[in-house]
Each structure stands twice: as structure tokens, then as C-alpha cells.
């Protein structure tokens, strides 16, 4: 299903990775980087712009989502957490009339399926409704779309909340889409987990 350039992808791959020990957009993973594994998935979905959000190792960061053909979006306040990246990316597509919702991504889960991408855009497409996540085993997992009803929310969300503060606001108008796809559940924080992320291990 064509969405006519409709959704932006978002990155988020500007924390420090101060647990896994390097930056977790550069870790290996089958002859690649988190990101870039990541960025070549959203090149076969219908997606447009890919942006990614930069902030701890911006340069080096930046230099692979370039070289990748990604919109590159600099988060100088990084170090406040992950919704001030979500909220930098938002103030940069308001500008853009055209895309109507974003899907949200962490570079630290690059083994999600692009089949669970489509999937999560199709539902998007098909009801336009504020929030959509995929959902393995009844868990919640990524990439979650907003619709663009919700960046005012998302960009006076409490701190201590973040995203979820505008999941929770939805109520039964949260739509979730049940995917066999394990990895929307599956990050890397520490080096034990990124060893089993390139194994192709679940842990879960």
C-alpha cells in the first residue's frame, strides 16, 4: 500500500550508550552498523524523509545516516533523554505539511522485520488513528507511529513520562497490531546484549 510519501521514519540515535560502552549507532551487526542494518530495512518500506536524530558522537553518527541518504536532525539537548530527541524530530517535520505521522524507532533495535514496518503503516493508512504499535505476545514493542493529531502532546509530554505519557492519553483509541515478529521487543543496552543481538539471539 502506496502512503504517497506520508510518514517519516524517525531514528533516535543520539543517546551516549554510557552502558553498552561505545555508541550503540555503530555497533557491528552482519557486516554493517546498527544503523545502517536499520536505515537499509526503511529503505524498502514507504517511507519519506528518514530522518535521523543525532546528539553524543554527532560527527561519526552523522557521517554514516549521510552516507546512508538520511535527513540528519541534531539534538543539542541529547543529554535531557530520549523524548528530546522525539521532540527535536517533531519540531523539524511540523515544517513539512506533507507528512501526516512519524514512525518511531530506536537504533538499538535493528533486527525488527520489514514486514512488521509495513504492517504498523498499513494499520496507520487504513485508520489514521493517533497511535499505532505492534505487538508480540501482548507486549508493546516498536516501531510505534504517531499521528501528526499527537506532536503537540508528544512535544509538552512530561519528562518522566516521555512517549508513553501520549500512548497511555489514547485510550481505546490506541491501535495495536499484533505482529510474529519477536525483535519490536528486543533492545541492546549492554554488551552482553549486542553479543546476542549479532548472534541473531533473542533472549527473550
Known sequence: MKLAGRVAA???????SSRMGSPKPLLPIE????????????????????IVVLGCRADEVGARADTAGAVVVENRQWEQ??????????????EIPSVHALMLLP??????NVA???GVLDAWSANHGPVVVPTHQGRRGHPVIF?????PALLAAPAEE????????CGDALECVAVDDPWVLVDAD????????????RGV
Open 31 to 50: 557486516s554493517s552498523t546498527y544503523l545502517e542494518h536499520l536505515l537499509a530495512k526503511l529503505g524498502q518500506v514507504d517511507v519519506d524523509p528518514v
Open 107 to 112: 537504533v538499538d533495535l535493528p533486527r525488527v
Open 116 to 118: 512488521t514496518m509495513d
Open 162 to 169: 516521555g512517549a508513553r505519557a501520549v500512548v497511555h492519553a
Open 81 to 94: 533523554g530520549m523524548l528530546s530527541s522525539i521532540q527535536a524530530a517533531v519540531m523539524a517535520l511540523r
Open 190 to 201: 549492554t554488551p552482553a546484549e549486542h553479543e546476542r543481538m549479532q548472534r541473531g539471539l
Open 10 to 16: 524517525v531514528v533516535l540515535a543520539a543517546g551516549a
Open 147 to 151: 499521528d501528526r493529531s499527537t506532536w
